[in-house]
Structure formats: C-alpha cells, structure tokens
T-cell receptor, first 116, second 113 residues
Framework: GESVGLHLPTLSVQEGDNSIINCAYSNSASDYFIWYKQESGKGPQFIIDIRSNMDKRQGQRVTVLLNKTVKHLSLQIAATQPGDSAVYFC???????????????FGQGTILTVHP | DGGITQSPKYLFRKEGQNVTLSCEQNLNHDAMYWYRQDPGQGLRLIYYSQIVNDFQKGDIAEGYSVSREKKESFPLTVTSAQKNPTAFYLCATDRDTYTGELFFGEGSRLTVL
C-alpha cells in the first residue's frame, strides 16, 4: 500500500540552529501534506500544511517545502528552541471524498532534541 | 474552550477483559476518528465516523468496536479479541474538511497486564 516515511528517525541540534526534518511519500495522488508536532504523552498538534500545487509555504519560524518530482517533503524550523523538542510527523491526504475522506497516512516520526 | 476530551488518560486491564475509551468533543465537527500509536511508529487508523449512526473500519479494526449515537461522542471498545492492545490511543475530529487536517485529543494510554 501507499506509505509515508521519514529519512531520519532522530535529530539533535543546538538551540538557535535551524532544523530540517525530511519525509518521503510514495502516493503521487496525495493532495495535501501536513506536519504535526507531538510532545511526550500528548496528542499531535498541527504545525503547517501544504497543498500539492505549491512547493513552499511559510509559517511562524517554520517552512515546508514540497518536491513532487522526487516525492519529498521537508519541515524547516528556524532558530530552534528547547520547546521545539518533540516528535514530528508528516502526513499525507489523498484528497476529499470517498474512502479517503479525512484519512491521513502518517510517517514514523522524527524525534527532534534541542540542546540548550 | 472547544476541544476533545479523552478519558481515562491511563488505563490498566487484565488479559481477556474488554475496556472502553471515551472520546467527547464540543467542536461541532461531524467526523471523528480513532488512531492507535505504538512506540517508534506512526499513527494507524482504527475506525472513523463521518456522521451519527455511521462508522467505517480503518486499517486495523480487528479486535475493536465503536459506536456513534451522538455527534459529540465516539467511544472505542478494545475487546479481548485484540491480541496486542497495549498502546496509546488517540481520538481526533476533522478540523478542516477540505484538507483533512485532524484535531487530536490528549490520548489514552492502555496497558494490558
């Protein structure tokens, strides 16, 4: 079946550095991609999303890049802070309607650790 | 504030027992979901419901059951038929029906002794 995966399961950075978390996806029909942040013992929180007709989207300190040619998604966090330490998941949605309605396929997750 | 309430947060059960996890939302979202999360793995879909009195199996529905009698409530029962029930269970609603973005509860951790 289709799947979403991550290149690196762990990432360790110093406070103030920029972080880049990568994600590979395999379903070329995926229409939306979403990044979630999950802190220990809590539910995932939405960070940013991007639609397949875009290649870049920026939020507050975060940027998501989409490369459809190689089916690659990345999350960039600028000036990483200790509070950014968490597990980051990418998820893909193949679109609205039918059996794919609201069903996201999640990657394994990358553990980001930020050292003060 | 609107949100999703899952209870209990921690639950222990003996093998062979059924257990029901509660999920209540006051967001007025139509669709609700149950995901299972195991260490080092992504979230896997158990069941979802788009409207009251209707629900569909997800990717790993075996050993689980749900009901959707009210829009606000979507309880999940982990039955004795579930061979490996120890996991972190997450309930979610459809925050954005266009993108499929989900809004998650805080989760319930089930441990089978």
């Amino acid at each position: 079946g289709e799947s979403v995966g991550l290149h690196l399961p762990t990432l360790s950075v110093q406070e103030g550095d920029n972080s880049i978390i990568n994600c590979a996806y395999s379903n070329s029909a995926s229409d939306y991609f979403i990044w979630y942040k999950q802190e220990s013992g809590k539910g995932p929180q939405f960070i940013i999303d991007i639609r397949s007709n875009m290649d870049k989207r920026q939020g507050q300190r975060v940027t998501v890049l989409l490369n459809k040619t190689v089916k690659h998604l990345s999350l960039q966090i600028a000036a990483t802070q200790p509070g950014d330490s968490a597990v980051y998941f990418c998820a893909e949605n193949t679109g609205r309607g039918g059996t794919s309605y609201g069903k996201l396929t999640f990657g394994q997750g990358t553990i980001l650790t930020v050292h003060p | 504030d609107g949100g999703i309430t899952q209870s209990p947060k921690y639950l222990f059960r003996k093998e062979g027992q059924n257990v029901t996890l509660s999920c209540e939302q006051n967001l007025n979202h139509d669709a609700m979901y149950w995901y299972r999360q195991d260490p080092g793995q992504g979230l896997r879909l158990i069941y979802y419901s788009q409207i009251v009195n209707d629900f569909q199996k997800g990717d790993i529905a075996e050993g689980y059951s749900v009901s959707r009698e009210k829009k606000e409530s979507f309880p999940l029962t982990v039955t004795s038929a579930q061979k490996n029930p120890t996991a972190f269970y997450l309930c979610a609603t459809d925050r954005d029906t266009y993108t499929g973005e989900l809004f998650f509860g805080e989760g319930s951790r089930l441990t089978v002794l």
